[in-house]
Nanobody
């Protein structure tokens, strides 16, 4: 079983910054992918950023150049640095781990409980 615990959300003014963290524990295996998703009221959950074990990254077009995803494999911790925040970034942000313990295993998705980010003046 895998547990994910997010922290770092809050209220910030437009143009401000926040840093989200996600502490992972449990049997993650050696090659898991981690990601941040977000969901705004009335909208579907969307991928914000993703990072592989080898630090390859991918971002949604809406956050490119403003958000930076990173991970500390020794601490099993995922981060999301969010700069130049805008009201449209307001959402609940979820940490995601995509785990396949062996190459032939199907990928299992694990989710954190979410942390609220509100961008407002």
């Amino acid at each position: 079983q895998v547990q994910l615990v997010e922290s770092g959300g809050g209220l910030v003014q437009p143009g401000g910054s926040l840093r989200l963290s996600c502490a992972a524990s449990g049997n993650l295996g050696n090659n898991y992918i981690m990601a941040w998703y977000r969901q705004a009221p009335g909208k579907e959950r969307e991928l914000v950023a993703l990072i592989t074990r080898g630090d390859a990254t991918s971002y949604a077009n809406s956050v490119k150049g403003r958000f930076t995803i990173s991970r500390d494999n020794a601490k099993n911790t995922l981060y999301l640095q969010m700069d130049s925040l805008q009201p449209e970034d307001t959402a609940t942000y979820f940490c995601n781990a995509q785990v396949a313990l062996r190459p032939a295993d199907p990928t299992t998705h694990y989710w954190g409980q979410g942390t609220q980010v509100t961008v407002s003046s």
